[in-house]
């Protein structure tokens, strides 16, 4: 069977910078982002033939291919369920280029989740599951949501708010080495965080990620091309969606077992069709609009078993040195939160050895999409 | 009529769809039912078309004991939708019913069908105590609400 491992390879990257406010338009913000990426692969516009974005991407490819300068598009995919989608627009590109759908495919995402408005304030257009059986008894948010997962994990297994502390604290000492974070200057202390305001008990502020504006894309050509561009390529070893049985996005609340969610799907496929496991893994992006998502994806992805993605955040094990350094640009808690594109381009950064919090000769990636929705997760390698 | 009170801001009613229908029909008769397949008679929720399990696409809706153990719990802090922030911290449940495990109902926990959203003391909210369902109106809705089995 045909196989997507290494064939195909991200070779530009692009963002613009990420604040609570950019003046900019969502569309200004993605066209800059993109131009940026295809600028860093040194590939004109017009060479475009592929476009891959979210489901709640705003600005859609016709508009963004004709601001561009885009040629003719010969594929164009939206992945859902918001950050699940992330890694995804990277696969479906991968997977067009390989096939030979089209040549020079781009991802991004562009949002101003920062200025503009929340969308769990809106009750004209809910989501028909959570309108009917969840969000009427004042569970309204999605920090709402996962907290009351969180507070069964904590629950379950004995897993503590110093192990999500332990997840905050990673992300921020990271983005105090980035100056692109927007946490670049704030340092967080044990103390900040214990101390802090509930947002949805167990969640604090801290446990939240950020509120951003800004926009970040990628370029996927195939692996051959890739070593023709100006940076060194980045290989898409192997990409997976996971969507697992009986699962319901966010209000995972309905199955035999919801503590075990699209992670572990996601994961069986990513390994099954990769070369290497996760004691392999140099460096690792995890998506983190919840802290108390990574120690579930630690344990869906494989680095430990279940119920110990708590322990395995102690001892500085997040941190560069430690067993797994995680979300080196700072993550979705403290560098940005674009519906984790960021963590994209960060593990690029990584592989090219350019991050702002490099991991001496990081050489395999594993960059995640949402936990706690129907996910995507990425493999990537350094040549 | 610039001096006319402010009405107080409305909690949310269930949006109510077709498969959904039936539970809240039973809800306003002071029932709570859940939706099981009439060929296997596998239990499901949220309720659907067909059944996961046999793809038959024959319903039923079985009557409960309306009992159940908070199987994990919240308490949202503002910002949150106005009524809510008026009435915020208030627990928030999620209800493993003992006639139907993989069904968890979200709810609030009240001391009596009707009562404030936060009238339960927080030390009394805990992981794994038995509820009982009652029912209150909320929104022209008739809504399960869940009650300490021994306050």
Request: proline residues 7%; contains cysteine; aromatic residues 8%.
């Given at each position: ?10 070779a ?13 338009s ?25 476009f ?9 490819e ?9 040629g ?6 939206k992945?859902?369920y918001?950050?699940g989608?992330s ?23 562009s949002?101003?989740?920062?200025s ?8 004209s ?6 309108a ?8 309204l948010?999605p920090a ?21 502390f332990n ?9 105090n ?13 044990r103390?900040?965080?214990m101390t ?15 509120e951003?504006?800004g ?14 561009c100006r940076?060194?390529?980045?290989y898409?070893?192997?990409?997976a ?5 009986q ?19 996601a ?11 996760p ?10 609009a ?6 579930l ?28 350094p ?6 979705g ?13 960060e593990?690029?950064k ?34 | ?29 002071g029932e ?11 239990p499901?929720f949220?309720?659907?078309?067909c ?13 409960t004991s309306?009992r159940?153990?908070i199987?994990s719990?919240v308490v949202?802090?503002?910002?949150l939708?106005p ?6 911290p208030?627990?928030?449940i999620?209800v ?17 069908a009707g009562?404030?959203?936060?009238s339960?003391?927080?030390?009394r ?6 509820v009982?369902?009652?029912?209150a109106e909320?929104?022209?809705v ?10």
């Open positions: 069977m045909a196989s997507l491992k290494d064939a195909t390879a991200i530009g990257i692009g963002q613009t910078p990420f604040a609570k406010q950019l003046l900019e969502e569309k200004a913000l993605a066209c800059r982002a993109i131009l940026s990426a295809l600028h860093d692969a040194g590939i004109a516009p017009s060479e475009v033939d592929a891959a974005s979210y489901t709640m991407e705003e600005t859609d016709v508009e963004v291919a004709k601001a561009i300068g885009a003719d598009v010969t594929f164009f995919s992945v859902g918001g950050g989608g890694c995804a627009t990277v696969g479906h590109l991968a997977a067009a280029v390989a096939t030979g759908q089209a040549s020079v495919g781009v991802a991004w995402r949002r101003k989740r920062g503009g408005p929340r969308p769990w304030r809106n009750t257009a809910q989501l028909p599951t959570p009917q059986w969840t969000r009427p008894f004042g569970l948010r709402d949501e996962i907290a009351m997962l969180t507070r069964r994990y904590l629950h379950e297994y004995g897993a503590t708010r110093d192990h999500l997840v905050a604290l990673a992300c921020r000492n990271r983005a080495q980035n100056p692109a974070a927007m946490m670049y200057e704030r340092p967080l202390t103390d900040m965080y802090s305001r509930w947002i949805s008990e167990p969640l604090c502020l801290f446990d939240n990620c950020l951003t504006d926009a970040l894309a990628c370029v996927v050509v195939s692996a051959e091309r890739a070593r023709d940076h060194k390529p980045v898409v070893h192997s990409v969606q996971g969507l697992p049985a699962h319901h996005g966010m209000v995972n609340y309905w199955n035999e077992d919801p503590l075990s969610g699209p992670a572990w799907t994961a069986r496929q990513l390994w099954k069709q990769s070369d290497v496991t004691e392999d893994v140099d460096v690792a992006q995890i998506y983190d919840f802290t108390s998502l990574v120690p994806s630690l344990e869906g992805y494989g680095f430990c078993g279940r119920g110990e993605g708590g322990a395995f955040t102690e001892g500085g094990a997040l941190e560069i040195g430690g067993r797994l995680l979300n080196t640009s700072g993550g808690l403290s560098e940005a939160y674009v519906h984790g594109f960021n963590l994209i381009n593990g690029v990584q592989l090219r050895g350019t991050s702002t919090a490099q991991v001496p000769d990081a050489a395999t990636c594993l960059v995640t999409a949402g936990e706690g929705v129907p996910t995507s997760a990425l493999l990537l390698r350094a040549p | 009529m610039a001096d006319a009170p402010a009405k107080p801001d409305p909690l949310l009613a269930p949006a109510v769809d077709d498969d959904g229908a039936p539970y809240w029909e039973h809800a306003a008769r709570l039912r859940v939706q099981a397949c009439a060929a296997c008679g596998e499901r949220p309720p659907r078309p059944c996961p399990h046999c793809a038959s696409f024959s319903a039923e809706w079985r009557r309306g159940g153990r199987w719990y949202p802090h503002p910002p939708l009524a809510y922030a008026a009435r915020a208030y627990p928030v999620l493993e019913l003992t006639d139907a495990p993989r069904v968890r109902l979200v709810g609030n926990l009240v001391t009596r009562a404030a959203f936060d339960v003391p927080r030390e909210v805990r992981i794994g105590a038995r009982q369902a009652v029912f909320q929104g022209g008739v809504v399960p609400q869940w009650i300490l089995e021994r306050p």
